[in-house]
């Protein structure tokens, strides 16, 4: 075997391991935000997600996540700006919608909070998000609902945008375990030999 061959191929494991290693520890605004959203800590997210904003100002799920870090924090009118780019740029995810919806309700525009529960009606393919929100819908649309019926119904519908999250939380861990069980087929025991699983 050509010593120069294996030298090459030593060099060039090498430094795909070093390029892994160094794109593993890559994280952008948004993937920081979306950290600090989840782990509550609203000031850190909004600032990363404005970055995230700025950086890419069609993204629809980096408003979205603003729109939610906002309305977590009480900024009920940021997050209703935020949460109307975000159904703007993607009018088929249920999150922006029912958090507009929630904004919305909050701050008394009950027409925009209608158009909002209307749209996560349609959205929704579960019933046990439909039937609460349609609930929501009508108390809003036939009754001038006083301020604490506002705040009940927020807190009622806050309870689906968790569940929400958390479902859409345990379908990326579900695909992230597949994908891991798809890599685990194939053994890497150095930066040269693959030896393929059975």
């Not at 989840?38 to 100002?57: C, S, T």
Request: hydrophobic share 45%.
């Amino acid at each position: 075997m050509d010593p120069t061959a294996t030298i090459r191929r030593h060099i060039a494991g090498l430094f795909a391991v070093g390029l892994i290693l160094m794109l593993g520890g890559c994280s952008t605004p948004y993937l920081r935000g979306t950290e600090a959203l989840r782990e509550n800590r609203l000031d850190a997210a909004i600032v990363h997600l404005q970055q995230a904003v700025r950086d890419h100002p069609r993204d629809a799920q980096a408003h979205t996540e603003l729109g939610v870090a906002y309305y977590q924090k009480g900024a009920y009118a940021e997050a209703r700006d935020s949460l109307m780019l975000a159904t703007a740029f993607d009018a088929r995810s249920l999150r922006p919608h029912l958090y507009l919806a929630l904004a919305s309700i909050r701050l008394g525009d009950d027409h925009r909070a209608i158009e909002a529960l209307r749209e996560v009606a349609q959205l929704a393919r579960q019933p046990w998000v439909r039937a609460p929100v349609e609930q929501a819908l009508a108390v809003i649309r036939d009754e001038r609902p006083s301020p604490k019926m506002r705040t009940f119904l927020a807190l009622s519908l806050e309870q689906l945008g968790s569940a929400e999250t958390e479902v859409r939380r345990l379908r990326q861990e579900l695909s992230a375990r597949e994908a891991e069980l798809t890599r685990r087929r194939e053994l890497w025991l150095g930066p040269f030999f693959i030896i393929r699983g059975r």
